[in-house]
Each structure stands twice: as structure tokens, then as C-alpha cells.
């Protein structure tokens, strides 16, 4: 049974063509009908010659004999593909990236290529009927992934906390997106966690005095250089620190306290000299401290100290005492704040003169000499808030409770009216649909408890909202087919439903009002109103924040990052600072493009890119000063135009000591060409040669070895070629023209259809001629993480069709994302659950 739907249809069929590696251009979009298209390719394409090609290249290994890959195209009916449209999908991705028939092997032309993929792709795209869409099936019950229980927190309640590092990781499918809804599960631990939060961020978001008081540290990581202005936060004119946006929950007195840097055995660092350094809050300055120069009482000089080998041997013990814990303990400051966020900056007086003897930056497994250590820069390790440790008030107004308190009870007057008028509006944002009787009635048993344990009717509010963020209906997006609707039936899903997914896609986050009211009046699906309301949502910062941190840096592997290591020895400019500048290099340039939505394929191809002093130093780009990372044009767009010259990218396929075109291979098929490269067998030594007499080789030399295994060379001639395309890059993402063994770079690869790659240059060239075929990847990543489950073969159909209708406009954001929220896929859903009754 399939509930009708008028929401998705189909367009007609480009005409394709494969050319060069295989992947496949558009060389004439019809002007006619779908029919017409299909007509035309009918019209020059036999079955039999379909059969012939396949029997020539493709049926010696798979066939029911030999059955390589599970795939027997002798027994599959050519003429009938959607009969078997799960293999033959498989077929039409092989020949559309180039990856089959393997190297080394004969290969069709790209004519035949041509015709085998556009015979297949046509036959199966006609057969689909849009009065039968398969929308697939994901889990009736949807757990929020920790950026989105995060997101939710802070838009229902008007905070901004993140409280995501206190919830337990998020399992991801198949190494793919944490916000698919098999692969969330439910543990005690998540329980455990969202109760205690859920106290937590009531209290603050009501104003009631948390139950003690607390200590919350922010550390900086250890191997951020302190050099220069870490934040926009931070005054100019500023060296090091952090700032930190704090939630202070109550009116009332606090700690801030200031702990320097120390190094391995514990010594303060950079006491040599004095500096001073500035506590701020919300930019005011509450103090300027001056830390440094106090030891030189406890010792006879820096000249006998640099000599005197280890620090304990070279002063008194009053001298050890300061260097060790007198020398940053009177950084703290006592404080009254009033409730509200706010901001603490802690930063220094940036010198415009240096000591002599000035160290490079501390890098991740390199120890510094005493003397460098003495005479370096002073730093920031950490700033602590405490308390509050006396209450001076609880009624403030702050940006929460203006959300939360929308009415105040009359003295004398029925309390219970305006808890249930509260807690009905925080519950239908909360529950994403309209609250009934028995949510409200529950949510104010809550109310009288807390009422009568704290005393106050805020302390009823808060009890009934800590219930609200632990209720299912909160923690969980749950699909509730309609009456009648048995399981495998297809049905429309309601405009609540579609409120919810639609926000959930592009902000990470709940329904705003005006998305909720239209989804209440039963108007958001109608089609002129839910265009506008998609590209509003897609207009708003919140979509870009969260597709850029939701999708961009899963699909993008950015969130490997902060684990990069890299051999101190050979790259001894890497360090913590450049890995933060390269993930600001990639989220702004991805957000760029997804705010101005330019075409996907600039990608690829953009001249431009956003860096700060610290990367511009590293990519060898002048004229860029200062800690922001700012959009510029690049002098040499050939070496770093583009995803594929990131340096971040990079660096994250790459070992510690050396490039790897095989990461960097596998990296370029899963992402950027979508060939879904299969992981090695299991009985495969997947290491390469080691000892000193492999190490002198080459890497090409010892691929090659690696290669005379059958079962590794049937992968490693797609991935490596376009590894060593980006040889140029070390293993930290910097340009080179020797490689680790002191030789020229070795960047010649070739593509098994014989195209030569020489650098990434001819790289990114080879893959803007086939454009398409990495929209196509980007098309199949983004509807994946949209509906929160691995894309299957049924629904290839409409990725070909998106991306065909994205093309007129040069293929913008804007046309793939609402092709996304526009596809049956996207707007119904197939019931595997027991009938149920009821609608979200």
C-alpha cells in the first residue's frame, strides 16, 4: 500500500558522457519531456550492444563461476535493469568513476563507457514511477546526537553553554555521520548524563543558585604558541590568553583564577623577564598583574643559570619554591558579577621588544632546553571560575528567564495559571509539536514539588523544566505513522514532522516559531511557502554554523584534526596554533561557500582562501598580519587553490614522519569522487615494508612491492595514483620540492584509463572536466546526512535528478539542498513499526 504523495516528482534526463577517467560531463540537457530523453537514448542504444560490452570487459570475473565482487552480470537481464537495480547500481558507480574495469586490464573507450552507464542509468531512472516512491527506511526513533542536544539546550532556554563534552561520544556508521538513527544508541551512561544536565542547565537558564558552590576550568592546549592576539575577544595590542563566554548563574561573588604555564618537570616558564598580563571582564579591565623577573633575588644570574644544567640545582630553595608555586599564585582576582554571560578575557601586554633569547615554539614531543625555557614568553595554561561562594541575588533579569518567565503570578493570585501557561509554551518548543492537556498536567506535578522543596514558584518552574528536557518527546525525534498505515506502507509525513527534519538538517537544532506556527496551520508543505522557508533557514547563520560543523567537517575528515602528530625532528614549525589555523581555513572557506552559495564546484577550483598570520607565514603568503584569519587571493593558485591544497587536509592523511598516497588515495575516492573504495580483506598485511633497507627506497618503490599481492594491487591502482598527485604536500601540509628521502618529488600518477597526473594542478584539473561527478558526491553526502541514514541504490534515481536539475544554475548550495528537502526522500517515509495512531 502506498499513501499518495504530490511533493516529489521527476524532471527529465540529461544527455551524458564519459570522457578521460571515466567520470561522467553533461554534454546537452533535453529541452523536451522526460520521455523525450528517454526516447532519444532508446533510439541509439541496443540492448545487444549493452550485453556485447559487458561480455568483452567485464563478464571474465563476473560472472556465476568466479562471482569477483558478489556480482554475476552474465545472469543479470540487460534489457530489465531495475529488476535487479541494487547490482547494477553498483556497475553504473564503477563505470562512472573509471574504477572498473581494473588496471591493466583491457578497458572499453569512453564511448562504451558511455553507452553502458547511460543505458543503464536510463532504464532504471524511467522505470521508477513517482505514484510508487521508495523514501526508504529509517528508525521510528531518532535519538539527538550531541551537537544537536547541544543546539536544542541553548535555543529552547536562550543560553550558550556547551555542555557536549559532558555527554557520551556518538557511535557513526560505517565510519560515515553521527546523526544516523540506527547507529544512535541509548546507554545508562546517556541517562545518567542527561539527568544531571538537565539540572544543570535549568538552574541556569531559571537563575536559581546552583546546590554548591563550583569550579569550572578552561585550559589551553598545551602546544598553542602564545606569540600573538589569540582572539577577536582580546584586546589589540594582546598577547596569548584565552577568552572564555561564561554563564555566571546568579548575582553574586566568584573566583577567576589565572595558573601559567609550566614545563615537564613543572617549572614555570618564561620567569626570566617581567611582562604583564590583563584580566578583563566583558572588556573592562579588572587587573594587570605582573608576573616574571621575581626570581632573579634567588639566583646569582642568567648566565650561571643557563649553565647550571637542571633548574633544581641553580638557586636556593626559596628560588625553587617561586619557580614551582609562589611565581603565578597571586594571579586570582575576587569578584561580585551579576547573572548573565559574559565574557573573560585574560591575555598580555604584547612587548614591542623581545629578550635575546627567544625560543621557537614548543611542538608536541620536543623538550626545550632550560635556557629557553627560562627565557621564553610566558603563557596561559588555564583560568578557573569558581563559585558562587555568596549570593547577592537571584532576580536579575537575564536573556533566559526573559524566555522562560513570560508571565509573573499576582501576590494572592493562582500560581498553577501562569506555571501551566510557562511551561505549555517551553513544552511545544521543546516537543517540537502543539502540547495537549496531559503534557501540561504532568509537567505541573513537577511544578508543585518543586514549589513546595524550594520554596518559590522559581523553583517549581525548574523543577517542571528539568522534567521537560529529560522526556523522551524531547531527547528523541519519534515518527508516528498515521492511523491506518500498516508496516511497509509509504506515507506522506505531516508538516510537524517535516518542521522537525527540516531544522534538524539545516540547523542542527529545533523548530524556530515562525517554522513551527506554519507547520501547525498545516500550511509549511504548501510549495510556494516551504521554498521560502527553506531558503530562510538556508539564509540564516545557524545553517551555516551547523552544516559546516554537522557535515562539512564529517565529510571533510576535519574532525581528525586535534589528533595530528607529527615527528618533531622533521617538522619543527608544526604545532598547535597551525592546526587551529587550519581549521579555520577549511570551516571559513566551506561557510563562505555556503553563505554566498556559490557553485560546488568552486570547491574545487577557488582562488582563494582564508588564513591568518600564523598560515599565511606557512603558505608563504605576505602582507597578513594578526591572529584573524581574513579571505584573501592567493599569489599562487595552482599550489593552493582549492580543498585539495589544505593544508589541514593534508596534514590529516599523512603519518607522523611521512606522506601517504595511499590515505591521501582513499581519502580523494571516498570524498571527493564517491567510489566507495572497499576496505582491504582481512587476511591482507595492509603495512609496507620496514627495516633500513626499505626505508631508503622510494615510497613509490615500496607500493610497488606492496602491490605484487593480487588482492592489493586491485585497489591500489585507483588510490595511489592519485596519491602521489599530492605529493608536493608534506606530512604537515606544507609545499616541498624533495620528499623524505632528500629526492626530487615523485607526483606522476596515472589514472587507469591512461590519463597522466603530474601535481595537484593536473589533479584538480582532471577533476573540474568532470564537475559533475563531485557534485554527485557532495549531492549523495549531504542527502545522506539530511535524512540520518546510508543512502541505498533506490534512491540514485533521485541524486542523478537533483544534480541534473542543479545544473542550469552552475550547481549552487541552494538548488542540491533544496532538491534534498524537496525529494520524496526526504518528505514521506516507509512504517517498519507495528501500527500506531497519532502524529508528531
Not at 568513476?97 to 583491457?106: D, R
Not at 569550572?216 to 584565552?242: A, C, I, K, Y
Not at 586570582?332 to 627567544?358: C, H, I, K, M, Y
Not at 611521512?658 to 571527493?672: A, E, F, M, Y
Request: net charge negative; hydrophobic share 40%; aromatic share 8%.
Amino acid at each position: 500500500m502506498t499513501v499518495q504523495s504530490s511533493r516529489a516528482g521527476h524532471a527529465s534526463l540529461a544527455v551524458l558522457l564519459l570522457v578521460g577517467g571515466g567520470a561522467m560531463v553533461v554534454v546537452g540537457a533535453p529541452t523536451a519531456s522526460t520521455e523525450s530523453a528517454f526516447s532519444l537514448h532508446a533510439a541509439r542504444t541496443d540492448p545487444e550492444e549493452v550485453r556485447e560490452i559487458l561480455d568483452a570487459y567485464c563478464v571474465r570475473c563476473h560472472n556465476e563461476r568466479r562471482l569477483n565482487g558478489g556480482l554475476a552480470l552474465d545472469a543479470l537481464d540487460v534489457e530489465n535493469p531495475i529488476a535487479a537495480a541494487d547490482r547494477w547500481e553498483t556497475v553504473i558507480r564503477k563505470l562512472r568513476t573509471g574504477t572498473m574495469p581494473p588496471g591493466g586490464v583491457a578497458r572499453p573507450d569512453p564511448a562504451e563507457y558511455d553507452l553502458v552507464a547511460g543505458w543503464l542509468e536510463t532504464e532504471i531512472d524511467g522505470a521508477v514511477s513517482p505514484d510508487e516512491p521508495n523514501p526508504g527506511e529509517t528508525n521510528a526513533v531518532h535519538r539527538l546526537n550531541r551537537l544537536e542536544y547541544n543546539n536544542a539546550i541553548n535555543e529552547l532556554f536562550t543560553l550558550d553553554v556547551d555542555v557536549r563534552t559532558l555527554l557520551p561520544g556518538d557511535e557513526t556508521a560505517d565510519g560515515s555521520f553521527d546523526n544516523f538513527a540506527d547507529a544512535l544508541s541509548i546507554t545508562t551512561t546517556h541517562l545518567e548524563r542527561y539527568m544531571s544536565l538537565g539540572r544543570y542547565v535549568t538552574r541556569l537558564a531559571t537563575g536559581l543558585p546552583p546546590t554548591a558552590p563550583g569550579v569550572e576550568t578552561f585550559e589551553v592546549p598545551l602546544h598553542v604558541v602564545q606569540d600573538q592576539r589569540q582572539s577577536e575577544d582580546l584586546p589589540f595590542g594582546s598577547r596569548g590568553g584565552v577568552s572564555v563566554r561564561y554563564d555566571f548563574p546568579v548575582d553574586g561573588e566568584y573566583l577567576i583564577k589565572i595558573q601559567l604555564r609550566r614545563q615537564y618537570q613543572d617549572y614555570l616558564m618564561g620567569m626570566g623577564w617581567p611582562q604583564q598580563l590583563d584580566l578583563r571582564l566583558d572588556g573592562e579591565l579588572l587587573e594587570r598583574f605582573t608576573v616574571g623577573g621575581g626570581a632573579t633575588q634567588f639566583r646569582p644570574a642568567a648566565a650561571s643559570y643557563a649553565g647550571a644544567g637542571e633548574p633544581g640545582s641553580a638557586g636556593s630553595p626559596a628560588w625553587e619554591e617561586y619557580m614551582q608555586m609562589t611565581g603565578d599564585a597571586h594571579l586570582e582576582v575576587r569578584l561580585t558579577v551579576e547573572a548573565g554571560p559574559r565574557l573573560v578575557g585574560v591575555s598580555f601586554v604584547r612587548d614591542q621588544w623581545e629578550p635575546e633569547l627567544l625560543p621557537q615554539p614548543q611542538q608536541r614531543g620536543r623538550v626545550l632546553t632550560n635556557d629557553q625555557i627560562y627565557m621564553d614568553h610566558a603563557s596561559v595554561h588555564s583560568v578557573q571560575i569558581g563559585g558562587p561562594y555568596e549570593i547577592t541575588g537571584t532576580d536579575r533579569e537575564t536573556p533566559s528567564r526573559e524566555e522562560i518567565f513570560v508571565c509573573r503570578p499576582e501576590p494572592g493570585s493562582e500560581e498553577e495559571v501562569c506555571a501551566a501557561q510557562i511551561l505549555a509554551r517551553m513544552a511545544r518548543r521543546a516537543f517540537r509539536r502543539p502540547t495537549t492537556e496531559q503534557d501540561v498536567e504532568m509537567l505541573l506535578g513537577f511544578f508543585r514539588q518543586g514549589r513546595a522543596e524550594g520554596g518559590s514558584f522559581d523553583a517549581g518552574v525548574q523543577l517542571a523544566l528539568e522534567r521537560l528536557v529529560v522526556d523522551p518527546e524531547f531527547l528523541f525525534r519519534i515518527y508516528r505513522a498515521p492511523a491506518g498505515v500498516e508496516s511497509g506502507d509509504v506515507y506522506d509525513l505531516d508538516d510537524i514532522a517535516v518542521a522537525s527534519r527540516l531544522s534538524f538538517f539545516l540547523w542542527s537544532s529545533i523548530p524556530d516559531e515562525p517554522l513551527l506556527e506554519l507547520a501547525e496551520n498545516g500550511r509549511l508543505t504548501e510549495p510556494a511557502v516551504y521554498e521560502e522557508q527553506v531558503r530562510r533557514m538556508l539564509a540564516d547563520p545557524r545553517a551555516i554554523d551547523a552544516l559546516v560543523e554537522g557535515f562539512a567537517a564529517q565529510w571533510l575528515n576535519l574532525r581528525l584534526l586535534p589528533e595530528k602528530l607529527a615527528d618533531p625532528l622533521k617538522y619543527p614549525d608544526f604545532d598547535d596554533s597551525l592546526l587551529d589555523a587550519y581549521r579555520q581555513e577549511t570551516e571559513m572557506f566551506v561557510a563562505y561557500n555556503l553563505r554566498e552559495d556559490r557553485p560546488i564546484p568552486e570547491l574545487l577550483s577557488a582562488d582563494y582562501t582564508f588564513v591568518n598570520e600564523r598560515l599565511a607565514r606557512f603558505y608563504d603568503i605576505p602582507g597578513v598580519y594578526g591572529s584573524r584569519p581574513r579571505r584573501v587571493t592567493l599569489p599562487n593558485p595552482d599550489q593552493r587553490g582549492g580543498l585539495l591544497a589544505h593544508g589541514g587536509l593534508m596534514a590529516i592523511t599523512a603519518y607522523p614522519d611521512r606522506t601517504s598516497p595511499v590515505l591521501r588515495g582513499k581519502w580523494l575516492l571516498d570524498n571527493i569522487l564517491g567510489a566507495n573504495p572497499a576496505p582491504p580483506p582481512a587476511n591482507v598485511d595492509t603495512s609496507l615494508d620496514q627495516g633500513r633497507e626499505a626505508e631508503a627506497l622510494g615510497i613509490r618503490e615500496r607500493l610497488e612491492r606492496h602491490r605484487e599481492d593480487p588482492l592489493c594491487a586491485s585497489c591500489h591502482t585507483l588510490m595511489d595514483p592519485l596519491g602521489f598527485a599530492l605529493e608536493e604536500f608534506d606530512a604537515v601540509g606544507a609545499w616541498r620540492d624533495t620528499d623524505e628521502t632528500g629526492g626530487p618529488v615523485d607526483n606522476v600518477g596515472t589514472w587507469p584509463s591512461g590519463v597522466e597526473l603530474n601535481g595537484v594542478a593536473s589533479l584538480r584539473a582532471l577533476l573540474l572536466d568532470y564537475d559533475d561527478q563531485f557534485v554527485r558526491t557532495v549531492t549523495e553526502k549531504l542527502m545522506s546526512y539530511a535524512l540520518g541514514r546510508p543512502l541505498e541504490y533506490f534512491d540514485q534515481p533521485t541524486v542523478r535528478q537533483i544534480v541534473r536539475d542543479a545544473e542550469a544554475g552552475g550547481y549552487r548550495w541552494s538548488s542540491i539542498v533544496l532538491g534534498i528537502t524537496k525529494s520524496a526522500a526526504f518528505l514521506m517515509r516507509r512504517s517498519v513499526e507495528a501500527q500506531s495512531v497519532g502524529a508528531q
